[in-house]
């Protein structure tokens, strides 16, 4: 499919699917949405609420790897050791990442974000010294791990343009790969969405939502 560069309402770049009239991130600003859902909503609330210095995280949809980015930021200024897996079926081109502009936008060094992508697929690889990627390139509906994460960044295309991600069948593995008090959070807010979710056991919160969208869920096993 077509691809095209959007910048968005924050100033980042977005990659856009025109045939789906859909992009990776939120057109009201993707670094905005990816803190105020992912790392505050998140990463920010697990550790507040979980006391942990370690955690284990599972990204559904990894892509540009702007969530993995902020959370490798994340895990250095707060000394807190991650480990990261990033689930993708159709990874995003070099040649396309090198025309984002995330680094420069949160004053940080492009050799990390270039890293985050020029690393092999199916090994953990230690990325710096408080995070390490695993990136496994798999379609969604094949996750099959049992109680192996504390935190779940679900992060699929959205279910306008692909359904088949936001059912009960997937947050049933979704439920299954969290650890017992396990945090899903995810910019989605749909009810079909939170209802899919409360079937298989979540405990589902509605939260404020990003720029430019109302509310988001979070979700507790």
Known sequence: MKREFLTTGDGSITIHIPEWNE????????????????????????????????????????????????????????????????????????????????????????????????????????????????????????????DAYNLIYFDAFGARVQPELWTEAIFEKMYRALKPEGVLVTYAAKGSVRRAMEAVGFKVERLPGPPGKREMLRSVR
């Open 23 to 146: 992009q990776y991130h939120s057109k009201h600003g993707a670094i905005n949405e990816a803190l105020h859902v992912f790392i505050q909503a998140g990463l920010r609330h697990f550790l507040k609420t979980s006391k942990s210095k370690k955690v284990q995280i599972l990204e559904i949809g990894f892509g540009t790897g702007l969530n993995a980015f902020l959370t490798q930021l994340f895990s250095e200024k707060e000394q807190i050791k991650i480990e990261y897996t990033g689930v993708e079926a159709y990874p995003v081109l070099f040649s396309e990442i090198e025309k984002l502009n995330y680094p420069k936008l949160v004053g940080s060094s492009e050799r990390i974000f270039e890293k985050l992508h020029q690393v092999p697929w199916e090994k953990p690889t230690q990325i710096s010294e408080n995070f390490i990627l695993k990136k496994r390139k798999l379609f969604f509906s094949e996750i099959d791990e049992v």
